[in-house]
């Protein structure tokens, strides 16, 4: 069996919940992030860091210990197509355990198709065209998990050019 089809077939079992309200969204300078978002403060210090005057940080730029105390809450993302619709390349623990289901090597548009198409494809072709921050808030839209609030910072980053072509994903589920 072909990776493809184990994703489609693994897809299957993990449901986007089609009742779920939409998500608080919001696109912020890193001034108005580090206002709205004191509890990712540290990943915003790191992420700042590697700028390099206006220019957002590089993925090069980036080495495994900067993520030290969040690496279970990191997700990673990249643009591969013309479609705002991030691609997971890595799933940490935190996201993992929130939908139960890993998205390493699928689309955001698989998991949460109605999402998507309602307000993460401008929310995330907005992160990409402008280079600004993105913050998440709301209920799990999976169906097996909608019980459960998550708060997601995406952080642009430029992969060797001047274009947005990753994301930084940093997961915090919340207590109701």
Partial sequence: MDSKTATEEVFRSFEEDVSSPPMDLKRLTLEEALEAAPDFRGMLDVW???RQGD???DWADFDFPDFRGWHSDIVLSVFNAEEPDPYFVLSG???TRAID???KGVHFSQGWPRL???QFREH???IRDTGLIGLTEGKVATSTRNFLSIRVLE?????GGDEVQRMIHV???LSD
């Fill in 116 to 118: 998507f198409d309602l």
């Fill in 101 to 103: 289901f890993n998205v």
């Fill in 155 to 159: 952080l642009p980053v430029r992969d």
């Fill in 48 to 50: 700042a860091g590697k």
């Fill in 55 to 57: 220019q957002l940080p």
């Fill in 93 to 95: 623990e935190t996201f």
């Fill in 171 to 173: 997961v915090r589920v």
């Fill in 124 to 126: 995330f072709g907005a």
